[in-house]
């Protein structure tokens, strides 16, 4: 049988290679033509807990982190029970059976259980550290994997130009063989999975925050303050290192307070400046993003959104930050907002959220989620030919300047130069003196909103437009949206599919087009149904498919729940 | 602003201390203008929330830059302009309400960092532009609208605090001589890292210290202020601790370690154990 794709789910105790296991099969694949992608949970604890990764292996690009489990790799006993349902009918589940808490074990589900002595393959070959590899090979044979390109794997990753490299090389290719032969005598197969098909561009391997620090970088970001929070504290630690030289800056700072008013004084001082943080780092960010809005100055936050409210689940995913993220101060207030659905829109919404925030001189929310963050994926290498980078309109005349004068932007004095004003948080004249008459904070929250119009240029996803129903997901709950709408237009269900990552404010066309439909179905990671109730207060016909259970949607949810819907028209909760 | 605005109609009281600390802090910025030959636009003043914090509105003259951001924050947004532009010449003017009580997390920080601003506080113990509630100066069983049975808590002594936290430039001034604080001021923007004036600014409608920290010789009644002696040892800092466990209010520079890098230098430093890179130099390095 040929097999498009399969996934496989390592599961254990961390400390055991879990991560390493899942990115290395990820990085195998992807070396010889194959798509990859892996998606991780964490515990929340330094040392040991349960843990998991995800890799989905596919001859074509891949939407989301697969529904079903074709190959569970079981490090310990725990792994093994709790993961063990999630393997579909006719899948395998491989366990350490080296690991004493599987002495005298008996799976409960024999017929496609069995234990690897992955410990002891790795021990015979003298090199301890290839056990990765003795695992490798087993999945190789369980999907009929040439040996050929698992060995170029070997031989590019383990070329080190060290005295030693032909000895590792010969190691891990041996102990890959091993795991093989020792599959092969269980008699477990799934398939054969088809052959790569190589993409003609060239591709990245890459963590969705790394995508996303790469697409601020590229946009010309050279302000970064940042305070340590899962799941945003590895694009802090990527901008400390990489973020260095004259006339930049990177810095963590001793709370999320101080990272949005010290991005106030960059933005200020002529900055592009950006932080990201998590719920309660963007919680102590509402009155700083006030003052951003209220004095006009440039930056961007990234809210990478974890399990809420309060501590919440901070290492599992949702989409519940909708409402903090476009209202997240007291006053009048709406900001632009960009929700990115894929490692590539991280790379591509990070240069589109400092352009918009450098256009319309406010403050940008770029909204990310945990599934997005710590996934890895192989992504076309974008080139930045095609993007265009965007500064400020920055005033150049004398002194005597009237920086808020109007109902429009206009161009914005660097300290330094001439046309000193003040920056002021307080309803203010067109100096930015402090004022209360009525004229003014009728002028200045005109103003204040008009500029939102010039953001109106963000561009949306739509096909077989004709259809009275649509489905429009947003951020990364797109990729198994996508997935469950295609599945659903070869059942021959008639439904039009929109996306965009520019949530406020929406393309005006698409917004258009949405509320000229009888009903959009939009599945979202959140209790309330946020951007439903955001679409319904713009006159669309929206109703959500929510869930909430830290954890992404499968695609056959989606299909049962989408095709209900559309029959039915009623609010659907997955549990 | 530079003339009258009419739009403008924040007014300190007649008599309010904070009108000798404008006037200084003029002073000083023009005195630097004249010392650099850099424009006054060189100047930025982080202005905290409070009667305090208006001073950016009322400068006279050729006008700084200003940003009068959010209760609490005057430091960190210091710290933002500073590192975003370490050539400017940065100074924080904020209350003692705004500074040492909802600000009061951003001292330590700074201190550590060694920030290069120079931070203005104008101390009247009292919250006065919300109508006279207790400050964290504000003595212990004083009575104001928000302790009506007198105040609970210590007061806290701003000097000795700043000189735990590790600030590097330490001095104390007083609002009636102008011409005084504006030197302390000068030396406080010279000083390479994060230095504190602190300055004695009375509130004439909700706490009027004039008598005391003046005090009436012709009655006998000692000044609490005094000038520091000339053969105090700013860098001795056992011996500025001395000097503030002293009665009354020492006014000069108590402390100054000019021995510590500022953090703008910190940055620089390290940049040479760093590899800057293009953005295509980081894309590239993904690619397989």
Redesign the interface.
């Known amino acids: 049988m040929q097999m498009r794709d399969f996934v496989v789910r390592f599961a254990g105790e961390g400390g055991q290679g879990v991560v390493t296991s899942a990115e290395g099969l990820a990085?195998a694949s992807?070396?010889v033509g194959y798509h990859a992608l892996t998606y991780a949970t964490f515990p929340s604890q330094i040392m040991g807990g349960p843990t998991w990764t995800q890799a989905r292996i596919s001859d074509q690009p891949i939407l989301s982190a697969g529904d079903d489990v074709d190959v569970l790799v079981a490090f310990n006993r725990e792994a093994y029970e709790t993961h063990a349902s999630e393997v579909r009918e006719g899948g395998v589940i491989i366990y350490n059976s080296d690991d004493k808490e599987f002495e005298n074990f008996s799976p409960t589900d024999g017929s496609k259980s069995f234990g690897l002595p992955i410990d002891e393959l790795a021990r015979s070959t003298g090199n301890n550290r290839s056990a990765n590899m003795v695992v490798m090979g087993a999945l190789a044979h369980l999907v009929n994997m040439p040996q050929e390109y698992l060995d170029d794997f070997v031989d590019s990753r383990f070329s080190r130009g060290r005295a030693n490299d032909d000895e590792i090389i010969a190691s891990n290719k041996q102990a890959m063989t091993l795991g093989r032969n020792h599959t092969s005598e269980s008699g477990l197969s799934l398939g054969d999975l088809a052959p790569p098909k190589k993409p003609e561009n060239?591709?990245?391997?890459?963590k969705g925050n790394?995508a996303l620090c790469?697409g601020a970088?590229?946009a010309g970001l050279n302000?970064y303050?940042g305070y340590p929070i899962s799941p945003a504290t590895t694009i802090l630690i990527w901008m400390e290192?990489?973020l260095?030289?004259?006339g930049?800056?990177a810095?963590q700072?001793?709370?999320e307070?101080?990272s949005i008013?010290?991005?106030?004084?960059?933005?200020?001082?002529?900055?592009k400046?950006m932080t990201a943080t998590a719920g309660p780092g963007f919680s102590l960010m509402s009155?700083?993003l006030?003052?951003a809005w209220m004095?006009e100055i440039p930056l961007v936050v990234v809210d990478v959104q974890r399990g809420g409210p309060a501590t919440g689940l901070p290492t599992k995913t949702e989409q519940s930050d909708l409402f903090s993220c476009m209202y997240p101060a007291h006053g009048d207030v709406r900001l632009p907002v960009i929700a990115v659905g894929t490692v590539e829109e991280a790379f591509q919404g990070a240069i589109w959220a400092l352009n918009w925030a450098e256009r319309y001189q406010g403050p940008v929310i770029l909204m990310t989620e945990m599934a997005i963050a710590e996934r890895v994926q192989?992504i076309t290498?974008?080139d930045?030919a095609d993007f265009k980078i965007e500064n400020r309109k920055v005033y150049e005349g004398t002194?005597g300047y009237h920086r808020y004068e109007g109902f429009e932007l206009s161009p914005m004095?660097i300290?330094?130069?001439?046309?000193?004003?003040?920056?002021?948080?307080?309803e203010h004249?067109e100096?930015?003196?402090?004022?209360?008459?009525p004229e003014?904070h009728i002028q200045m929250t005109e103003r204040r909103f008009s500029k939102l119009n010039l953001l109106k240029d963000g561009f949306f996803e739509s096909e077989n437009t004709e259809s009275r129903i649509a489905v429009m997901s947003w951020g990364g709950s797109k990729g198994p949206s996508q997935e469950a709408y295609a599945q659903l237009r070869d059942q021959g269900l008639d439904i039009s599919w929109y996306y965009t990552m520019f949530l406020n404010p929406l393309p005006p066309k698409l917004l258009e087009e949405l509320q000229s439909k009888d009903l959009v179905i939009v599945p979202e990671l959140n209790y309330q149904g946020q951007f439903s109730s955001i679409l319904r207060s713009e006159g669309v016909k929206a109703k959500s498919i929510t869930q909430y259970t830290g954890l992404p949607f499968k695609v056959r949810h989606l299909v049962q729940h989408i095709s209900e819907m559309a029959q039915a028209s009623e609010k659907a909760t997955v549990r | 602003?530079s003339k009258k605005?009419p739009?403008?109609?924040?007014k300190w009281c007649p008599g309010c201390g904070d009108f000798g600390v404008r006037r200084a802090l003029e002073f000083a910025m023009i005195d630097r203008l004249e010392e650099t030959g850099l424009?006054?636009?060189?100047n930025?003043v982080?202005a905290g929330i409070g009667c305090s914090g208006?001073l950016?509105?009322l400068l006279e003259g050729?006008?700084?830059?200003?940003?009068?951001?959010?209760h609490g924050?005057s430091l960190?947004?210091?710290?933002?302009?500073?590192?975003?532009?370490p050539?400017?010449n940065v100074v924080v003017v904020a209350g003692d309400g705004d500074f040492l009580s909802i600000g009061g997390?951003?001292i330590?920080?700074q201190a550590a960092r060694n920030l290069n601003i120079c931070a203005v506080v104008m101390d009247n113990g009292v919250y006065g532009l919300t109508k006279g509630q207790s400050s964290p100066t504000t003595k212990l069983g004083v009575v104001t609208s928000s302790t009506p049975f007198g105040k609970m808590e210590n007061e806290a002594d701003p000097l000795e605090l700043y000189l735990t936290l590790g600030v590097s430039f330490i001095a104390s001034g007083f609002s009636g001589n102008p011409r005084q604080l504006a030197g302390l001021i000068k030396e406080g923007m010279n000083h390479q890292g994060f230095s504190m004036v602190h300055v004695q600014s009375p509130c004439v409608t909700y706490n009027d210290t004039y008598e005391l920290l003046k005090g009436k010789p012709k009655e006998g009644i000692e000044p609490l202020v005094w000038d520091i002696p000339e053969d105090h040892e700013p860098n001795d800092k056992a011996a500025a601790y001395n000097l503030i466990q002293k009665r009354g209010l020492p006014i000069g520079v108590i402390y100054k370690d000019e021995s510590r890098p500022s953090l703008d230098q910190r940055?620089e430093d390290?940049?040479s154990k760093?590899?800057?890179?293009t953005?295509?130099q980081?894309?590239d390095a993904?690619?397989?």
Do not use: C
């Open positions: 990085q992807t070396q060239k591709q990245l391997m890459i790394d790469l970088v590229a302000f303050i290192r990489n260095v030289g004259p930049k800056f810095y700072v001793s709370s307070i101080e008013t010290g991005l106030l004084g960059g933005g200020f001082a002529g900055r400046a009155e700083g006030g003052l004095s192989n290498k974008p930045l002194n004095p300290p330094g130069n001439p046309g000193a004003y003040v920056a002021n948080g307080s004249d100096m930015g003196d402090t004022t209360h008459l003014r | 602003m605005n739009e403008y109609d924040f424009p006054i636009e060189n930025v982080v208006n950016v509105h050729s006008q700084p830059y200003g940003f009068h951001g959010i924050r960190p947004i210091s710290m933002g302009v500073k590192m975003g532009r050539d400017l997390e951003h330590a920080p940055i390290i940049w760093a590899k800057e890179q953005a295509q980081l894309i993904y690619e397989f």
